[in-house]
Structures are given as structure tokens and as C-alpha cells.
């Protein structure tokens, strides 16, 4: 039996640990074929992002008319865009029917500190692209910044609920939250929450938090776990479930790892299971 086939529409990293190279290798944990638009060039390791070349938004559309004329995608999603006019193009494809099961993960800044999209990038994930989305997949800081809202203010479950409410109005299909760097007090010092939110309710999908370096790439890594999921015809809410374990397995997994001299890769393929 063929392998199903999702498109990632992302950003190189050079260090292996993020962007399409941690797209891809997840999608082989599932058994899904993975095809790919790269949207950016980046130069970075696990201590830093030092270059970004982003690469035009029309051969950005031709990777993916490539992919589109010859596979059938189950499922895609999309990470580092870089650049307004390339949120434009996907949000362009999305309009027109072109991107099953899209989820979008609004990378905006680096775990290191460094902007992964230029001036405007914002307002066109709020305006063009989010509302094409059967989901978004922010952090706590892309989601404060998507919704207008001081990421200080959010401090507690309750607030990481209304701010997913918020970004639920732009027009998505679902939301979720991730609580990975809320550290308010002695239960999320232990644990990371993560709020779903859709038309039909509230879900919090908690779950231990891994005391470890090795985390470089989990926001990748989840939306294309989420979008492998989609593949297969799970609903949401339990290829969500799904990648949140996938994650969890793949941080704990690497929790020992000592490759390169910071934020490390997580271990995708198992190997120390």
C-alpha cells in the first residue's frame, strides 16, 4: 500500500533540529511521506540563528504547484514563512482549496531570540492566512502577539484560555494554545498545559513537563505530528492528542543528548527507546 503524502511549507535549519529537516523526520515517525516548499534558508545551530535568506514567494509557489500536479497531499503544514508576501501565497492556496487539512504553526521569533518574519508578517497571519486554517499552533508568546495582548498578562490556565478564545474569532477552525513556557507556579513548573479551543468547547491537554536543554524544534515538530494525523483522517482533537505524545516521547527520549552546545534536537526517530 502506498505511504499517504503531507507538504511542509517551511524554512531550512541548518542545525537539523527545526523547519522542514524536523518536518520531515516526523512525518517518517508516522510513515507519511513528506514533500516540501522551502520557504527560507537559514543559517543556525542549537546557540543561534545567524542568516536568513528568504527565498522569493513565486518560487515558493512553484515548489508547491510541483508537489500539488504529481501527489496527492493528505495534509499540510506550514512553519517559518519569513517574509508578509509569502503569508499571502499560502494564505492565496489556502483560499482557493489548494491546502487539505492546513495547519499553521505562526513562527514569528526563534527560541533564541531571533525574528523569523519581517515587518508585517503579523497582520497578514491575522488577516489572511489564520482565518484558512483547520488549526493554528502558537506558543504563548506567537499567540499573545497574534491576538494584540501583552504575553506578561498571560499568567494563569484561565488566561491562556481567553487568549485562545480570542484567536479562535479570527476565524480558524481550532486553536491551540501551547503552555510550554508558562511557569506561574509549583503545577506548571512540573507541567506544560495546552488549551484546545473549537466552536464546540475547551479541551486542556496537560501533561509532564521534561526538564531539558534538548528542545529545539518541538513547535515543528507538533504541527507536523498534528498534520500527519490529519493524513490518516484522525480527527483533530485526537491527532492533536497524538502529537502531543509523539512530542513528549521525543523530549524525553533526548533529555540525555549532548549535540551541539545548545538548545539540542529532539529525538524523533526513537532511537533511545
Given amino acids: ?19 522542514i529537516q524536523a518536518d520531515l523526520r516526523t512525518f517518517s515517525a508516522f510513515s507519511v511521506h513528506g514533500t516540501t516548499a ?11 540563528v545567524t542568516r536568513v535568506a528568504a527565498l522569493d514567494p513565486e518560487d515558493v509557489r512553484a515548489q508547491v504547484d510541483a508537489v500539488l500536479s504529481d501527489f496527492t497531499v493528505n495534509a499540510v503544514k506550514t512553519g517559518m514563512l519569513a517574509q508578509p508576501a509569502t503569508v ?10 489548494r491546502l487539505a487539512n492546513l495547519v499553521v504553526d ?7 531570540g531571533h525574528a523569523l518574519m ?19 499552533t502558537p506558543n504563548l508568546r506567537e499567540a499573545a502577539v497574534l491576538a494584540g495582548v501583552d504575553v506578561r498578562d498571560v499568567t494563569t490556565l484561565e488566561d491562556m484560555i481567553e487568549l485562545a478564545g480570542g484567536l479562535l474569532a479570527l476565524g480558524p477552525r481550532a486553536v491551540l494554545v501551547k503552555g510550554g513556557h508558562l511557569r ?8 506544560a498545559p495546552d488549551v484546545l479551543m473549537d466552536n464546540d468547547g475547551v479541551s486542556v491537554l496537560d501533561g509532564p513537563r521534561i526538564e531539558t536543554t534538548n528542545d529545539h524544534g518541538t513547535g515543528c515538530s507538533l504541527a507536523a505530528a498534528v498534520a500527519a494525523g490529519l493524513a490518516y483522517g484522525r480527527p483533530l482533537p485526537d491527532a492533536v492528542r497524538d502529537a502531543k505524545s509523539f512530542v513528549l516521547a521525543a523530549l524525553t527520549s533526548a533529555a540525555d543528548w549532548h549535540l551541539g552546545h545548545g538548545h539540542g534536537p529532539i529525538d524523533h526517530l526513537g532511537w533511545n527507546a
Avoid at 88 to 97: D, F, S
Avoid at 106 to 112: E, G, H
Wanted: hydrophobic fraction near 45%; charged fraction near 10%; proline fraction near 4%.
Fill in 88 to 97: 499571502l501565497l499560502v494564505a492565496e492556496l489556502a483560499r482557493a482549496g
Fill in 106 to 112: 505562526p513562527v514569528l521569533v526563534s527560541t533564541t
Fill in 184 to 191: 506561574t507556579n509549583a503545577s506548571t513548573q512540573s507541567h
Fill in 118 to 136: 519581517d515587518e508585517g508578517g503579523v497582520e497578514a497571519y491575522r488577516e489572511a492566512l489564520v482565518p484558512h486554517a483547520m488549526l493554528i
Fill in 38 to 48: 522551502i520557504t527560507a534558508v537559514t543559517a543556525q545551530n542549537t546557540l543561534a
Fill in 1 to 19: 500500500m502506498d505511504p499517504l503524502t503531507a507538504l511542509t511549507i517551511a524554512g531550512s535549519d541548518s542545525g537539523g533540529g527545526a523547519g
